[in-house]
């Protein structure tokens, strides 16, 4: 009678162990599948860079975006551009860099890190005060027009109208900042600005 309850819990525990060494087994063979289905897959990420704060839908095209994508970056370039003092102005001068179009990157960091250079020098702060944003969908870009009031100190030294134009082209997936000029033109921005021809 032992001998066979012994034999039954040597099978049982046999048993056992086979399960556990199969299951072993499988779940290996599953975690190679799986890494080399990974690692030799053919997509590869692409990130496209959009405002942190999103007021309003929009679309995104291989070489179009809609006018609310257009509203949406040309303000939020212009907040991270304008409204600056010399405590920010090294940060947004960062910021601005992650949405610039390689192509164009030497003439708009060159222009951004000598406004950059003067709130500092000056211990001024900039905000500019939009008051109007048109688009133009056809060409991606946008104008922005407002008053850029300048402070030294406490006190507000200036208080001028300006309007700038943003445009934009694509690069990798990416809808990236091409060009920032001021035009002297608020009620047809474009007619003085040439199209940027590059996307």
């Not at 900039?126 to 009031?149: M, W, Y």
Request: proline fraction near 4%; charged fraction near 20%; charge should be neutral.
């Amino acid at each position: 009678m032992k001998i066979d309850k012994l034999n039954q819990q040597t099978a049982a525990a046999t048993g056992v162990k086979k399960w556990m060494i199969s299951m072993f087994t499988l779940t290996q063979v599953a975690l190679v599948s799986t890494l080399f289905l990974f690692m030799t897959r053919g997509d590869s990420h692409r990130e496209t860079l959009v405002p942190p704060v999103i007021h309003q839908t929009f679309w995104i095209d291989e070489d179009a975006v809609s006018k609310e994508y257009l509203i949406e970056m040309g303000v939020f370039l212009a907040q991270i551009y304008f409204d600056v003092s010399p405590a920010n102005v090294d940060f947004n001068h960062k910021t601005l860099k992650r949405y610039i179009d390689p192509r164009f990157y030497g003439r708009l960091e060159n222009e951004a890190g000598a406004f950059s250079t003067r709130i500092k020098a000056d211990n001024a702060s900039t905000f500019l005060a939009i008051s109007t944003v048109t688009p133009d969908e056809q060409h991606n870009r946008i104008a922005i027009s407002g008053l850029l009031n300048t402070y030294l100190g406490d006190s507000k030294t200036s208080s001028i109208p300006k309007t700038y134009i943003f445009e934009f082209g694509f690069k990798g997936g990416k809808v990236l900042l091409t060009g920032m000029k001021e035009t002297n033109n608020a009620n047809k921005p474009f007619e003085d600005a040439p199209a940027n021809k590059a996307n």
